[in-house]
């Protein structure tokens, strides 16, 4: 069944109520974070939405430091202008205060950090006895334990009291995509903000790769976990083919520090959430943890390059398989008549490196591994078998097929070699994609009439066999992805 809940735009700075008034996506609600733009002014709350007024504390995050009194000065001027007050459960709830603004103006909010999980219950039950609009619990700087009690909360009191939850802070944006799909009535956006305090999704993010405002009901939970990831095009296309074929599922990002922290709060246990994860995609940093950590190996190569790039739960633990070597020879079968007898160099021995050299090594010999550092490359290409050349003295000119499993390009001016010793007649295989548009090497190889297949192609081609693997469904694609790879 769908469902429907509101968008709540934070505003942290003057300029971005000029982003709002231009934004082409629907925003239900905007909180004014006054603290942070003390000199809104009431004349200035003809807003384009329903506004909050949120005047956050210093002790929450916040940056109002004035006393109490004249705290509460400020939310009374703040109601006769402002749709909404926020009123903070620790410090705003006392009776004088309340008789000055009316309950359909109430929103009451507290803001907890580490440790302060054990205490949600109570603390929930004694602020529901007041009446108010809605009721927001945010966590801010938290382990996954930590919303995994939150989230849990908020499905046992879903169909009590309006209720809005999620997690701030590093490590804490898949919450704020799964509360609204668990009942929380708000999914909460910001415009481009920095501040550690906020949520991290923009509108055009919670619409497009989440399909907000609307929900639906869900009974698996699936993902992607390594660091970073909140730039990866997955969530999108695995969201999106869930919503077309109406399966019962949600694709989250999860980026964390530690895989294996991660794993004893989300992943040991099915039963951790009210839905359960059942699936993850695995990227870098964390391919071999990823493959450690899977008691069944599905894929026999993997043996050779210990490394995994997705895992899905079975009936008593996880099993690991590896998509990384799908992609690269797919985009060789659909840009090549013939690649088995080509010089191949594959840059990079990381998970990606390794997976794609096992599995080509089966149909081509002519395969020769490339790494910056040179130990490292040395001691994988021999248990490969395989010849190995240090980046330093790497001539790209010598190879028909160079196929790039870097991490190099994610960001703005990381070039991976030297390109101006690219063979214009050879093909470029890049498996990397960046937010800010194309990297560097397919820039150049646009630029050159280079032959190249781009990181993103790449990913879809990857993504297609993930989803498979873990609907054990073919991935429906919509009107607008074709199924034939991009070559440029």
Request: charged share 20%; aromatic share 8%; net charge positive.
């Amino acid at each position: 069944m769908r469902s429907k809940v509101d968008i709540v735009a934070s505003i942290q700075q003057k300029q971005q109520l000029k982003l709002l008034q231009d934004c082409p996506y629907d925003i239900d609600l905007m909180e004014i974070r006054a603290d942070l733009i003390p000199k809104i002014g009431f004349s200035e709350s003809a807003f384009p939405v329903p506004a909050v007024y949120v005047l956050k504390s210093k002790t929450f995050g916040g940056n109002f430091e004035g006393s109490l009194a004249e705290r509460h000065q400020l939310l009374k001027a703040a109601s006769k202008h402002f749709d909404y007050i926020e009123l903070e459960a620790s410090s705003d709830l006392d009776k004088a205060l309340l008789q000055e603004i009316p309950m359909k103006k109430r929103r009451i909010a507290w803001y907890g950090t580490q440790g302060d999980s054990s205490r949600l219950n109570s603390l929930l039950e004694t602020y529901i006895k007041i009446p108010a609009h809605r009721y927001k619990i945010v966590l801010e700087h938290v382990e996954n334990k930590e919303l995994c009690l939150l989230l849990n909360l908020l499905n046992s009191y879903q169909d009590r009291v309006p209720l809005a939850v999620y997690g701030v802070g590093s490590g804490t944006e898949w919450s704020q995509v799964l509360a609204p799909f668990l009942g929380s009535c708000e999914v909460p956006c910001s415009f481009s903000s920095n501040h550690l305090n906020s949520p991290y999704f923009t509108p055009k993010q919670l619409q497009e790769d989440y399909g907000f405002p609307h929900t639906y009901s869900i009974k698996q939970l699936f993902g992607i976990v390594g660091n970073p990831v909140l730039g990866s095009i997955s969530p999108k296309l695995h969201n999106e083919a869930y919503r077309n074929m109406k399966l019962p599922c949600l694709y989250l990002p999860f980026q964390v520090e530690d895989f294996l922290s991660f794993k004893k709060d989300l992943m040991d246990s099915p039963s951790v959430l009210p839905i359960p994860l059942n699936g993850l995609t695995v990227v870098a940093p964390y391919k071999e943890l990823g493959y450690s950590a899977s008691k069944y190996k599905e894929i026999a190569p993997n043996a050779y390059a210990k490394a995994c790039n997705g895992m899905v739960r079975s009936s008593s633990d996880w099993r690991g398989f590896s998509t990384d070597a799908h992609g690269a020879i797919e985009a060789l079968e659909q840009s090549l008549d013939s690649w088995t007898d080509k010089a191949i160099a594959i840059l990079g021995c990381g998970g990606a490196g390794r997976s794609i050299a096992t599995a080509l090594k089966r149909k081509n010999k002519n395969i020769t591994l490339v790494n910056r550092t040179e130990g490292t490359g040395a001691t994988i290409a021999k248990s490969l078998a395989l010849p190995f050349v240090a980046l330093k003295n790497f001539s790209p000119n010598n190879f028909h097929i160079i196929i790039h499993a870097t991490p190099l390009g994610k960001k703005r001016g990381e070039i991976p070699f030297n390109l101006s010793q690219l063979n214009p007649k050879s093909i470029v295989i890049d498996h990397v994609y960046s937010a800010n548009g194309n990297t560097p090497l397919v820039q150049y190889c646009h630029l050159h009439k280079i032959k190249v297949v781009d990181g993103k192609e790449i990913a879809r081609l990857q993504i297609a066999q993930q989803f498979k693997h873990m609907t054990e469904q073919d991935m429906l694609f919509n009107e607008n992805i074709t199924r034939n790879l991009k070559i440029n």
